[in-house]
Nanobody, 123 residues
Framework: QVQLVESGGGLVQPGGSLRLSCAAS????????MGWYRQAPGKQRELVAG???????NYADSVKGRFTISRDNAKNTTYLQMNSLKPEDTAVYYC?????????????????WGQGTQVTVSS
């Protein structure tokens, strides 16, 4: 059973910073790409940032220059450093990981999601 557990959300003033963490646990063969999505009330879930197993990154235009995604493969963890936060960054942030598990002689690729962590940017 693979699980993604997020931490680090909270309430912060505009201009402040937060760091989100997402750790994968359970039995699996390999973690491929990892990413962070967010969903604000009344809006669709959107990709914030992604990182490949090799460390290549991509960002939504709205967060470029303010957010940084990273990963520690030894800890099966990805991080999202969020600086210069704005009220429009307020949302539930979800971790996503593409994980390969081994079933006997076969390999299976699935997407996994964390439970979500609330980030509120308000004065």
């Amino acid at each position: 059973q693979v699980q993604l557990v997020e931490s680090g959300g909270g309430l912060v003033q505009p201009g402040g910073s937060l760091r989100l963490s997402c750790a994968a646990s359970g039995s699996f063969f390999r973690i491929n790409a990892m990413g962070w999505y967010r969903q604000a009330p009344g809006k669709q879930r959107e990709l914030v940032a992604g990182i490949t197993s090799g460390g290549s990154t991509n960002y939504a235009d709205s967060v470029k220059g303010r957010f940084t995604i990273s990963r520690d493969n030894a800890k099966n963890t990805t991080y999202l450093q969020m600086n210069s936060l704005k009220p429009e960054d307020t949302a539930v942030y979800y971790c996503n990981a593409a994980i390969t598990t081994k079933l006997g002689i076969f390999y299976q690729n699935d997407d996994y999601w964390g439970q979500g962590t609330q980030v509120t940017v308000s004065s």
